[in-house]
Every structure is written in structure tokens, then in C-alpha cells.
């Protein structure tokens, strides 16, 4: 009963933390691996310096803010198809929809340059 009555008031005690969980999750659906992956490859073509790992940073953060993860995804396995070739990977060079996906990451990354770079 004691163990109840502690779990209540601490439930009690934080009102909303299970609000403020989900949105926390929310707005990092991001893993690590993927930020990782992005940072790494930013600083490969910017520079290996300190000012640009704070800047590419700063910009997975900027475009994890305005891009779902699953759009960012998507349209980053549109542009891995895009470099295979070939006639079955037509579709990702002209399809409508891939272009689209590939746009609005684009605009994210462009708004994460303004901010960060």
C-alpha cells in the first residue's frame, strides 16, 4: 500500500510528465546513428574542425525540427537510389512523388544553412 501511495505522488508530483515524455520523443525521433551519419558527412565535406562539427550539429538539429524523420528517410533512400543508375532506378529520377520527397528536404537543409551556416 505504502509502495501505491508512492507511485501515486510521485505521479502526482510531476503533472504532465507523460505529456511532456511523448512530445519530448516527438521531437527526436531522430536516432543517433542517423544524426551521427549526417554530422560525419558534413564535416567530411566542411571541414574537421570544431566550429564545423558545432555547425553540422546545429544543422541535423534545424532539419530534425522540421522534418519527420520518416520524410527525412524517405527521401534520403530516394537520392541513395538516384546514384545506383540504371533503368529500374528510372523511377527516382523523374517520378513525381521523389521529387517531392527529395524537395522538402532540400528546403530543410536550406533553412538549416541560414541558421547554422
Not at 18 to 24: E, G, I, P, W
Not at 27 to 45: G, K
Request: proline share 3%; charged share 25%; net charge negative.
Amino acid at each position: 500500500m505504502r509502495r501505491l501511495a508512492l507511485l501515486l505522488g510521485t505521479a502526482l508530483a510531476v503533472p504532465g510528465a507523460a505529456d511532456a515524455q511523448s512530445v519530448a520523443d516527438q521531437l527526436n525521433d531522430y536516432p543517433t546513428a542517423a544524426r551521427a551519419d549526417y554530422v560525419f558527412a558534413c564535416m567530411a565535406t566542411n571541414g574537421q574542425t570544431r566550429e564545423m562539427l558545432d555547425r553540422c550539429a546545429c544543422s541535423i538539429d534545424e532539419i530534425a525540427a522540421i522534418l519527420p524523420y520518416e520524410k527525412y528517410l524517405e527521401a534520403e533512400t530516394v537520392l541513395s537510389m538516384r546514384r545506383v543508375g540504371g533503368e529500374r532506378m528510372s523511377f527516382f529520377q523523374s517520378a513525381a512523388m521523389a521529387e517531392n520527397m527529395v524537395a522538402d528536404l532540400r528546403r530543410a537543409q536550406a533553412e538549416a544553412e541560414i541558421v547554422c551556416f
